[in-house]
């Protein structure tokens, strides 16, 4: 690991994990914390302590994955949904920055996605599509996609279609566009298809994700809400790092 100004590619795949992050951003992945925009450099609920070269210094990542790892790629990574990656990382930033984390529980605001008064929009997924990569990998076509349009008077708007998504995996990533946990109160099961088309909001594209425009859409279009609360989340808190030597 030495420090980098961002110059190598996120890539996950034969045996290798190789990306540039701020420390302030490893810890993030590697403890699989939704809610945090460490790109965006700015202060997160979910993730404290720690001295400012953890977030303003940039460091160089290419490690080999341990024999027997599920082949996950970068984007479930990044999604906190590789665990045995993350733990890997764990121990990896524990020897090379000498890292100290502890956990503690904190009361804050937190998002709970809960089904509005005239019932959910949501249409009950059917056979998960799959489609083959040009090297051959099979791969299902599932999840949440946002495309940003222009529409012909100039208004940006956001599409959002999800497919063969769950009400669990909606929350998590709304988590990181909100920058705070989204419980998932529905009570809904299994996996569900829905699209809807909002008012982008701010320049930077997780921002625009996430404005009020948003609240609005998820009640009209998807028969979902987004209620303030408050609860008790789990908060790692980095107690020591030190800046790792070259190699």
Known sequence: MEKGGGGLPPTLSHGRLSYSDGLFGMVVRAHGIKGCRPALQVNCALLSGGPDWTKKDRFDIQARIPDGTPDYTFVQFFN????????????????????????????MT???????????????????????????????????????????????????????????????????????????????????????????????????????????AFQEQAGLKLEPTRAAVDVPVIDHAEKPSEN
């Open 110 to 216: 937190v998002f709970a996605l809960v089904i509005t008064k005239k019932g959910p929009k949501l249409k009950k997924s059917g056979e998960v599509e799959k489609r083959q990569l040009p090297d051959g990998a099979v791969i299902e076509s599932r999840g949440l996609m946002f495309q940003p349009a222009v529409q012909p008077n100039g208004e940006r708007t956001i599409h959002l279609n999800a497919k063969n998504a769950s009400m669990q995996e909606v929350a998590e990533i709304f988590s990181s566009i909100l920058e705070r946990p989204v419980l998932d109160r529905t009570g809904l099961k299994g996996e569900f298809d829905f699209a809807m088309e909002y008012a982008a909001h701010g320049d930077q594209p997780l921002v625009a994700l996430g404005g009020p425009e948003l609240f609005t």
């Open 80 to 107: 906190a949904q590789a665990p045995q990656i993350q733990v890997m990382l764990q121990a990896l930033l524990a020897d090379r920055f000498n890292l100290k984390v502890h956990r503690e529980k904190k009361q």
